[in-house]
């Protein structure tokens, strides 16, 4: 209810555990404002991928997908 009280936000960010970030991506997509970015850490690069198909589920672009073994993600609205 917070997050959304001030919404909407031209940028998120969260580093948090993957499943969390998952949990979030319907709350996190709503609250983003047209033309906002989201940027994501927290994860394993093996978790990038189910996290990446969650926020894309809710219409966010994939921007940048960082590599190593703790990367950062970013997505775009619109």
Known sequence: ????????FDLIVANI???P???????FARALAPGGTII???????QAGSVAAAYERFGLR???????????VRFSSG
């Open 17 to 19: 555990l993957a499943g």
């Open 1 to 8: 209810p917070m997050l959304s009280a001030r919404a909407p």
């Open 21 to 27: 970030l998952i949990e979030l991506a319907s709350d």
């Open 62 to 72: 994939l921007a940048d997908r960082g590599s190593g073994e703790w990367p950062v």
């Open 40 to 46: 994501l850490a927290g994860l394993l690069d093996t």
